[in-house]
């Protein structure tokens, strides 16, 4: 056997190559995503999993959309997915509607910082300050 080391060595090193997406379990490309983040200039450095978090995200922002889209084109007995069904579904959406409109989505009973209470003014005082 005249195998020389590059025979022994490419059969222990052979190994699939798999894309981060799908170790991601997800259909949006993080790889694309990532030279995004690069080209834009956003962050002079960011983590590894920044765009596979990203990438994450937009697969699950145009998921949700395209459900309720896909919902609403049915209900108007349509089988195709029109701008109109996506902008219905944005509006209907108060999540959507809010990141999209750049605010942040409300997070329903989440504790309200002890200093945040404080500075603001009960109800109870204000209603016996307006009947006055």
Known sequence: CSGGPSEGSEAK???S?????????LLFPVSRVERQLRRGHFAERFGA????????????VTHKAMDMAGKISKKSKQQRISPSHLQM?????????????G???????????QSQ???????KKMTKSKKR
């Open 49 to 60: 999993r920044a765009p596979v978090y990203l990438a994450a995200v937009l697969q699950w």
């Open 89 to 101: 579904a944005v509006r209907k959406s108060s999540v959507l509607k809010q990141l999209l409109r």
């Open 17 to 25: 190559r798999s894309s981060r997406s799908s170790r991601a379990g």
């Open 103 to 113: 605010g942040m989505p409300r997070r329903h009973g989440r504790a309200v910082p």
């Open 117 to 123: 209470r404080v500075a603001s003014p009960s109800r």
């Open 13 to 15: 090193t052979k190994k």
